[in-house]
């Protein structure tokens, strides 16, 4: 699955909006202790949205615009599955530094995703390991995908394996921050590009009411971590 973190490292994504079904538990006390996980990560991944990070670095600010628009039925690695383009646009000072168009092809019921393709021809294979909850206590966490990724639909070379974990934790009595965590690159002699982990608030419905994204270095590079800000 192509995570808007990952989006962002080499540009940066994410996004807010859409809303969601199943609501969440709440106590004696009127405080949140369930959320709609899979309502939440198909408002992320799945639903047409839009949305601006910004981060300052030293002294410039680097944005990534995100434009998420689902592309309806397709076919991928021999499967018929859903899509849903992810258009990122980098900007150093305001100035267009790249523009980087990825897909991500899912199944519903249960959602299932099973890879991307990019416009630099990267394609990857996703094995997802564990079953995306509908409903998720505040605290809960779990692993969710190892993905292969090929320098093109051959399969011929292996460029990276990554490993996504999703955790849950609280914000406020009504709010919770629904984090995507995604490893640095584990291949041998692959390049090293440092981890992500890109974080939405959520509430009792699984809208996404804010977001956040932290790029880490590759560990012993001296690297800076930086984190984009839903504008």
């Known amino acids: 699955m192509k995570t808007l973190g990952l989006c962002i490292a ?8 859409a809303s969601g079904g199943t609501m969440g538990n709440t106590n004696a006390n009127n405080i949140v202790t369930e959320y709609p996980i899979e309502t939440a990560m198909l408002n992320i991944y799945t639903k047409q949205r839009s949305e601006n990070l910004v981060a300052t670095i030293g002294n410039q600010t680097a944005s990534a615009d995100i434009q998420v628009t689902p592309k309806g039925n397709m076919v991928f690695n021999n499967k018929k599955v ?4 992810i258009n990122t646009i980098n900007k150093v ?24 393709t990019d416009s630099t021809g990267k394609y990857s294979v996703s094995n997802q390991t ?16 190892t993905e292969n990724v090929y320098s093109d639909s051959s399969m ?11 955790s849950l934790t609280r914000d406020s009595n009504q709010t919770a921050w ?13 390049t090293s590009e440092g ?18 994204v932290t790029i880490a270095p590759p560990a012993g590079n001296g690297g800076q971590t930086i984190t984009f800000n839903s504008k």
């Open 10 to 17: 080499a540009g940066l994504g994410l996004s807010a909006c």
């Open 82 to 85: 859903q899509g849903t383009e």
């Open 93 to 116: 000072n305001n100035q267009i530094t790249n523009q980087s168009v990825a897909i991500n092809y899912f199944t519903l019921n249960p959602l299932v995703f099973h890879g991307f």
């Open 130 to 145: 564990t079953t995306i909850p509908k409903m998720a206590t505040v605290g809960a966490s779990n692993k969710l995908i």
């Open 156 to 166: 011929r070379k292996k460029i990276g394996t990554y490993n996504q974990n999703w």
């Open 178 to 190: 629904f984090c995507i965590e995604t490893s640095d690159n584990m291949l041998a002699g692959g």
């Open 195 to 212: 981890s992500s982990k890109e974080c939405y608030k959520i509430n009792a419905k699984g809208d996404i009411l804010a977001s956040k």
